[in-house]
């Protein structure tokens, strides 16, 4: 496969924006299903500025695509992206986040956003 100059700089961005441990987990998370920002919140134990700013570089990017159910906005993996195949490819190598989404769960808090 060759590559011009413009797709190995759109390359280049996706893997620095994916070289963040926090958004290449949130990619993970977003994978199979949506999330809000109070569950990426309760889930990385940070502020929900912090959160809404990684989500913007990657919906910037076009990595990640919106939802929104009344006030609340759902994200998730953007399968019309560009990069779509590549970030298929690269999050194939991230450990299950699965625990993650279960645990909150548990906890009562997936259902905050509703």
């Known amino acids: 496969m060759s590559f011009d100059l413009n797709d190995l700089e759109e390359v280049s961005q996706t893997l620095k924006l994916l070289g963040d441990k926090t958004r290449l987990t949130m990619m993970k998370l977003m994978e199979k299903q949506e999330c809000c920002v109070c569950e990426l919140v309760e889930i990385f134990k940070t502020s ?67």
């Not at 991230?94 to 279960?102: K, N």
């Open 48 to 114: 929900q500025p912090s959160v809404s700013q990684h989500l913007r570089k990657l919906k910037d990017a076009g990595l990640v695509k919106e939802n929104r159910k009344g006030q609340w906005i759902y994200y998730s993996v953007n399968p019309n992206s560009i990069q779509h195949k590549l970030i298929q490819d690269l999050i194939a190598f991230v450990p299950s986040q699965d625990h993650e989404l279960e645990e909150i769960d548990k906890k009562g808090l997936r259902i905050s956003c509703d």
